[in-house]
């Protein structure tokens, strides 16, 4: 499969964001290398990165789309929510393949949609985001009661 590089197309020249989208990067090509070997000892640490992903990535975005007051939150919050079930559907079906053939092709599919879904999602949806970030620098600083 082939690895999927980080591209400048990407950047919200917010480093927070961009480097958990650099990690979640690294997490999809060290898993496509381990494919491309027939590895799958791997998996089960993939899926938790996902996961991990999920819970800190998606949850700091959406904080940074309400402290801007980003337009499109919703529909953005919907899609996050939805790759979230894809995500368990796809650990769901890799746990219940019984036999490494059925594991391997599934590893692939998860790999691939990783990948597709990562580019579409950055590119498409994260960076209408971008526009908006330059807002963080004029906002009193964050407090927390
Ligand atoms: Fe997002
Ligand atoms: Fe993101």
Known sequence: MPIVAWREQMS???PPLDDEHKAFLDVINNASMDLSRHELDNMPQMFEACYDYVRNHFSAEEDVMERVNFPDIMAHIQAH????K???????AYENATTRGKKLDLAQKT???????FIGHVISRDKMLKPYL?????LPPRMDY
């Not at 929510?81 to 979230?84: A, D, E, L, P, V």
């Open 111 to 117: 790999i691939a949609f990783l990948s597709v879904w």
């Open 12 to 14: 919200l020249d917010y």
């Open 134 to 138: 330059v807002r963080l620098r004029n």
């Open 86 to 92: 894809n995500i368990a559907e796809f650990r769901q």
């Open 81 to 84: 929510q939805q790759f979230i």
